[in-house]
């Protein structure tokens, strides 16, 4: 049994989220919160998303595992606006989930769970790491996209730098540790991730709070931040880029 109802808004944030790495996602109802857990098809991004019950306006669940195409629950979330309730109804009997927005009933036959991967997240010490506004980080990656698909993050004791050099323009933005709101980093250390997966994750965050990220000399890149004051939380990792000269 099943019985959750959710803030139009809420439910798009969740939907937006995972989207940017994956179209389909197993969902894992809890006593107390909604996880999922997804990577790629080339694992080279992952995101762990878990949201505490207490976000959504009904919760009535029976630990379960519920597997979706993402499209199909955007495509009813689309149709609401932000204030807008969606109660969402699973019997395991009936094998079918129901979405309501107000007259609208959609009726989604879910996907076996069991062939939905939710990966393991890595066990990483990660050295440095930046607490900032995610909407100069947003601002920072558009940017950077603009003259190129690979990025830099660079960090040292007073500074960390967004740089992308293209084949004949580049883009540097720095963030001195005063325009921060924490810097961490005991050896300098710089890295290239790919904006084809960050610019899409920046449209999530660039309208939130503050973002975290981790990173070292050729480490993954961990961010995370939260929304719905702190009910929901994502972290995101992004496999590097290994530089090589030839």
């Known amino acids: 049994m099943l019985n959750v109802t959710a803030r139009q808004d809420l439910m798009n944030k969740i939907v937006e989220t995972l989207n940017v790495v994956v179209e389909d996602a197993k969902f894992e109802f809890k006593e107390g919160q909604?996880?999922?857990?997804?990577v790629d098809a080339s694992h080279v991004a992952m995101i762990d998303l878990r949201v505490d019950a207490a976000a959504f306006d009904t919760w009535e669940v029976e630990e379960q595992d519920i597997a979706l195409e993402l499209r199909k629950v955007?495509?009813?979330?689309?149709l609401g606006g932000a204030e807008d309730l969606i109660d969402m109804a699973y019997a395991p009997d009936a094998g079918v989930l129901t979405l309501n927005l107000?007259?609208?009933?959609?009726n989604i036959r879910p996907l076996d769970a069991s062939t939905v991967n939710s990966p393991n997240l890595p066990n990483i010490d990660i050295p440095s790491s930046v607490e900032m506004n995610g909407a100069a980080l947003a601002q920072a990656l558009r940017a950077?996209?603009?003259?190129?698909?690979?990025v830099n993050f660079s960090i040292d004791s007073e500074n960390f730098t967004v740089n992308v050099q293209g084949q004949t323009d580049s883009v540097t933005v720095?963030?001195?540790k005063d325009e921060l709101e924490s810097l961490s980093c005991a050896t300098p250390a710089r890295s290239q991730y790919s904006l084809t997966y960050l610019v899409p994750l920046s449209k999530?965050?660039?309208s939130l709070g503050t973002v975290k990220l981790g990173f070292g000399e050729s480490f993954p890149l961990r961010l995370e931040f939260t929304f719905n004051d702190g009910a929901g939380e994502v972290v995101y990792f992004l496999a590097p880029?290994?530089?090589?000269?030839?």
């Open 241 to 246: 880029r290994v530089e090589t000269d030839y």
């Open 102 to 106: 107000g007259k609208i009933d959609r």
């Open 34 to 38: 909604i996880k999922a857990t997804v």
């Open 144 to 150: 950077a996209k603009q003259v190129g698909d690979l």
């Open 174 to 176: 720095n963030f001195s």
């Open 74 to 78: 955007k495509e009813l979330i689309s």
């Open 204 to 206: 999530v965050f660039g």
